[in-house]
């Protein structure tokens, strides 16, 4: 029995960033609670992944390895999912706020007769309880809050918990669980990737994203030549989006990607409450804004008034020149 | 098809950080000066997916419900004003102080109560709150299929077919009826009532249920039947001070900008 039980995620790299990170955060306040850190693992071909667990700070690592569930599903991994938690009867369960999380918290902890916060942006121990801290109102207001009921699911933030610096001395016990051939109700059909082409949105360390002040979906262009001279990846706001300019894969804020890169530009882009919940963490933040009362200059480190058409270009040599 | 959408009324998500203000000892968001209370906009474009169905299958019904206090009517009226045929008020200060948990509860009882429909709607996450686990609890509780966070819903004969947005790009599903989706953004924008819609919308009758219509002991439900509690809510505050970087030209101000980006060693 582990104190926190942390449902990860796969990628190509093994882990992904965010269950590295949960997997910081469990260790930490597992100490408070009591009792160790267990990771579990839903998904096909687990055993790379399984076995940096215990570097990343798993003591047990429950796989639950299987073609019927490679891919994220409600029906198929609810089960799955409810038979690990019941087995281990940890005291707090932590999932990413990502796809799977959002959709498979709520649903779980209802299945064990408890509730879920979900997106949280800190966790603290009181006694028996995590407190955590959530963002709330598209950003204007945060929240503490504890479930009373147990276990306690949170959902984490991706981006706001550290990591540990990895310990190759450290190992976790491995136990495989059986996976029962899935009864599917809602059927997965098809998967449309987003095509992305450079540097994934989350993982990037310089921003350059654009909002409705751009005008149209021709300034992104523009945009990209200024990422590639940055390496940065391109973002938008939700107006930008859905005014059809750029991708919604590429949203910045709430109901978009959250993103905490070392510089965020934010170009045309007023700084709307819900849209600073998707950069606020960013460590910089520089606006170009022709409003000198735009919001987003409260955010920012740096800023420039003006139209940024005529910034843009002037900005795109000086950072050339600068990074030569 | 029938159909029945759950919806919110909250504070306009559109106010102005400036006018948005706390009541921290009450735990309460204070109302915005001049600014009037909405129906959360997911719950709108849920409503919208709710009619786009009704349409295309050429019969069948809409029907709303909404939890809340006396202003939860008004999410009811611009739902009845959308096009929507039924609406239904859980209604009773029993409610007070629930949370996600008592909220679907309440909610789920109340669509047993009317009938599980072909398909039950909800957007993906109240704009107030921001958690988005209403319409999973419901499904959960109800041992419904669902899927969450779409941007598109269609009917193909008897089944649901859905768009899900998640973080690379988009999953197809296929569900069997009856079940339960929720609306994200994406989805598109919602019609906007007329004005003679928004009359007849006014004459029209809600019904009002409380928990005891609902078989609901006061102890289940409000803030005694909670599963969530709060401890605190504030504003976050911000500590940057902004240094806005002047010049007569674009390249004098772009260069100034470079400049200070390298000073302060961010590149
Ligand atoms: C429930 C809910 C969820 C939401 N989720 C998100 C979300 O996830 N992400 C998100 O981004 N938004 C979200 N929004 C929308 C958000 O409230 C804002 O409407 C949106 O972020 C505004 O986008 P914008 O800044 O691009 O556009 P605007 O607010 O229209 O701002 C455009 C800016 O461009 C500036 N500008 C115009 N022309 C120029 C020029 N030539 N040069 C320089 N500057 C110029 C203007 O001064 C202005 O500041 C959400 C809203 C709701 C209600």
């Not at chain 1, 801290?133 to 918990?161: E, F, M």
């Not at chain 2, 009037?36 to 709108?44: K, L, M, W, Y």
Request: hydrophobic share 45%; aromatic share 4%.
């Amino acid at each position: 029995m582990a104190s926190i039980l942390v449902f990860g995620e796969t990628d190509d790299a093994g882990l992904t960033a965010p269950t590295l990170e949960m997997l910081g955060a469990a260790s930490r306040l597992s100490g408070d609670l009591g009792g160790g850190v267990a990771l579990a693992l839903i998904g096909s071909g687990l055993a790379d992944a399984a076995a940096v667990a215990g570097p990343a700070g798993a003591d047990t690592v429950y796989t639950a390895d299987a073609d019927s569930v490679a891919a994220y599903q409600t029906d198929s991994y609810l089960p799955v999912a409810q038979g690990i938690v019941e087995q281990d009867s940890p005291a707090v369960v932590l999932m990413s706020q990502s796809s799977m999380g959002r959709d498979l918290a709520p649903r779980l902890a209802t299945r064990l007769g408890t509730a879920a916060i979900m997106d949280s942006l800190g966790l603290e121990v009181e006694g028996d309880r995590v407190k955590a801290t959530r963002s709330c109102y598209g950003g204007n207001a945060r929240q503490v809050v504890t479930v009373q009921t147990d276990p306690q699911v949170v959902t984490v933030r991706p981006k706001s918990q550290d990591p540990l610096e990895a310990d190759a001395s450290r190992s976790a016990d491995v136990i495989a669980v059986d996976v029962a051939e899935p009864t599917l109700r809602a059927r997965t059909t098809g998967k449309e990737q987003a095509e992305s082409e450079g540097i994934r949105l989350e993982d990037a360390e310089i921003v350059v994203s654009g909002g409705r002040g751009l005008g149209g979906p021709e300034a992104f262009a523009d945009l990209e030549s200024l990422a590639g001279v940055l390496t940065a990846a391109v973002g938008s706001s939700r107006a930008a989006c859905d005014l059809g300019w750029y991708p919604p894969s590429q949203q910045v804020g709430l109901t978009g990607t959250v993103v905490s890169p070392t510089l965020y530009v934010a170009i045309a882009i007023s700084g709307a409450s819900q849209h600073m919940a998707g950069c606020g963490g960013s460590k910089n933040i520089v606006a170009i804004n022709k409003d000198p009362d735009a919001p987003i200059f409260a955010f920012s480190r740096f800023g420039i008034v003006d139209d940024y058409k005529k910034v843009l270009p002037a900005l795109e040599s000086a950072f050339a020149e600068a990074l030569d | 098809m029938d159909v029945i959408v759950c919806v919110k009324q909250i504070p306009d998500p559109e106010t102005p950080a400036a006018a948005f203000k706390v009541d921290e000892a009450a735990m309460q968001v204070l109302p915005a000066q001049g600014i009037s209370p909405v129906i959360s906009p997911f719950d709108a474009q849920a409503v919208e997916a709710a009619l786009r169905i009704k349409d295309a299958s050429g019969d069948g019904s809409v029907n709303i419900i909404s939890l809340g206090p006396d202003s939860a009517r008004d999410a009811i009226k611009h739902s009845l004003a959308m096009g929507a045929d039924e609406g239904y008020h859980l209604k009773d200060d029993a409610f007070d102080g629930g949370d996600a948990w008592t909220t679907a509860l309440a909610l789920s009882k109340a669509i047993q109560h009317l009938g599980v429909p072909d398909v039950l709607i909800f957007g993906r996450q109240a704009a107030d709150w921001d958690q988005g686990t209403v319409g999973s609890i419901v499904a959960e509780l109800l041992d419904l299929p669902s899927a969450t966070v779409l941007r598109a819903v269609e009917m193909t004969g008897d089944s649901i077919t859905v768009s899900r947005v998640v973080a690379d790009g988009f999953e197809n599903i296929e569900l069997p009826t009856p079940c339960v989706l929720t609306i994200s953004n994406e989805f598109g924008d919602p019609r906007y009532p007329q004005l003679r819609q928004i009359m007849q919308a006014a004459r029209k009758q809600v019904t009002e249920l409380t928990a005891a219509d609902l078989g609901l002991d006061a102890s289940e439900v409000g803030a005694a039947g909670a599963r969530v509690q709060m401890h605190a809510l504030f504003q976050p505050t911000s500590d940057v001070e902004v240094e806005i970087i002047e010049g007569d030209t674009p390249e004098e101000k772009a260069a100034g900008l470079v400049n200070a980006l390298r000073e302060a060693k961010i590149l």
